[in-house]
Every structure is written in C-alpha cells, then in structure tokens.
C-alpha cells in the first residue's frame, strides 16, 4: 500500500508498509529497527530529513545491488509512481510550489491533464511562498525556461531578465513554469512580476483560458531547518483564503517521490480544520530519473513522523 492509502484505510503508513521497511532498514544499515516501535523508529530516521529536500545534510551511498533493492521497496511504499487525476469535475485545483524542477513537472503534469479534456476545474491556485531560489539546484532550469521564452515580449518578462535571479521567491518560480506549460496569464489588477523587491502581495490574480488562475505567495514559518512555507501553512493559508464550499471536490497537484507525504500532510491539516468534508484528489508525476536515495529516505522519515503525528492527535 501506498501513502495515498493511509486515510482511507485508518492504518499509519508504518502498519501498512512493515515488511518493506523491516527490508529496508536492514539494507541501509539499521537492522535493530526490525519489530521496533513506532516512536523508536522515528527517532532513529530523523536524521534522514535534517536540512532541505534540495540540500539534504544526510547523504548516503549504496552499491548498485543495494540501489536496486531500494528502488523496488520505494516503489512498493507508492513513491515513484505516477498517479492521473481521475476524470471529474473539480471545484478547485491546487498545484503546490517546489525547487524548479519539481514546478516544471507539476505545471506540465496539469497541463496535460487539462489538456485531455476529461477534466474540468473551476479554478487554480499555485500555492508559493517565501523560500529564496537556491542557485546550485535551480538556476541552470531557470535560465533554461528564461532562454525558451525570449522571443516572448511581456512586461513581467522583461523585469524577470532584467533581475537578480537569486532574489527571487518561490512564487515567482510557480509563475514561470506556469507560463511555459500553461501558457499566457492575464493578469487581474497590477501586474507583480519578478523583480528585487522584498513585497510580494499574498495573491495575484490572473485570467486563464476564461478561468480563474492564483499564485498565492505564503509567509514562512519556524521549522526544522531554515525557515520557509510548508505544505501545512500552505494549506491553512488557501482553506482562509479560497474559504472552499462544503464538500467541494479538490484537485491537489504535487509530484512524486514528496507527493503521497504532501497528501498526507494536507488532509492532515483539513482534519485539524473541521474540513474532512472536502474531497482532497491526491495527483501528480511520476519521480525523476535524477532522484536520489536522501529524497526518498527523507520521505520515508516524514511518512513515519506524520504517523506519530496521527496517532497523537
């Protein structure tokens, strides 16, 4: 079973997945986690997640047998596949921002969707945040989507070329791949394109193919690591402001290998709302060729924190 499993089953990623962590946690040198307890277990991978899923502080090295066996159980715990939204009628859908890389596939992944036409929404929100470009990870991807739009003339654009890239935020990135996936937004109001500037205002507001499309731009919060936006506050942030009808019906746009994490982590917060009412649609791109084994430890300890986190709610 997979994490997107977990809320509708009632058991904790740890109950579901024991045999193929028991094997894991043999072959990444943690063997004495076999038939441990929950907490036990937790406070042992928490290391895993120190740092950022960008700039990890934990590293790990596997041989290519090792690598293998890994890949199988990783997925076997539902965090490398691809997962389509479902045809339906959704009454919003909400695409949540990361690195570069990660905001390309997603935008990608929803434009496509779209694209088939057995999907409609009534709306979009791109959920960014206060989080600086991080410029050994993004900026090669940045230039890149920059490069493939310069025969493009739009104000927003020209600020964008003429700036400090690495004084961007992570909203300005959503709006970039947004451009290159999507395509033209019309923006609704004052146009707050990428520029050096500290003021991002908390949402922008633009005209999609005659739809209503948001980036909404997230204070950051105290965490472990430095601080940022998470998913959490992402997600209180869009319940007060797209204030989302009972029962609604939510497309939820993340990408793999985060994406069952993140879904857990956002109904987590609609729980804590009173909003179990609201129908969260849990999608999104398969993992990277390029990904490694600290993102997808990383998300095993999150998955296994989220656990302790339920269970002591």
Known sequence: MS?????????????????GLDSLFSIVGLPELTNKSLPEVVAATQPWVKGDHARPEHSFSFGVGQTAELNEIYGSLGLRDAHELPPAIYDHTIVLGGVHRGNNRRLEFLGKALTRGNIITRDIMLLGGERRVYPEVELDTIEGNLDKLASVDEPWLDRARKSDI????????????????????????????????????????????????????????????????????????????????????????????????????????????????????????????????????????????????????
């Open 166 to 313: 690495s004084l961007w935020w992570e909203t300005d990135l959503l709006r970039l791949a947004a451009r290159i996936h999507l395509g033209p937004l019309t923006a609704e109001g004052h146009d707050h394109g990428p520029f050096n500037t500290l003021y991002r205002p908390h949402l922008q507001q633009f005209n999609w193919r005659n739809m209503p499309l948001a980036i909404m731009h997230t204070r950051a919060i105290s965490r472990q690591g430095e601080p940022r936006h998470t998913t959490e506050a992402c997600m209180r942030d869009w319940l007060n402001t797209a204030q989302p009808t009972d029962n609604a019906t939510v497309a939820f746009v993340a990408a793999n290998p985060h994406m069952t994490r993140m879904g857990r982590s956002a109904r987590a917060v609609l729980r804590s709302a009173g909003r179990s009412d609201i129908d969260l649609v849990v999608a999104g791109p398969a993992s990277p060729d390029y990904v490694g084994h600290n993102h997808y430890l990383g998300e095993i300890a999150r998955h296994l924190y989220e656990d302790q986190r339920l269970l002591e709610a």
């Open 3 to 19: 994490g997107l499993e977990t809320a509708s089953t009632g058991q904790t990623f740890y109950e579901q997945n024991r045999e």
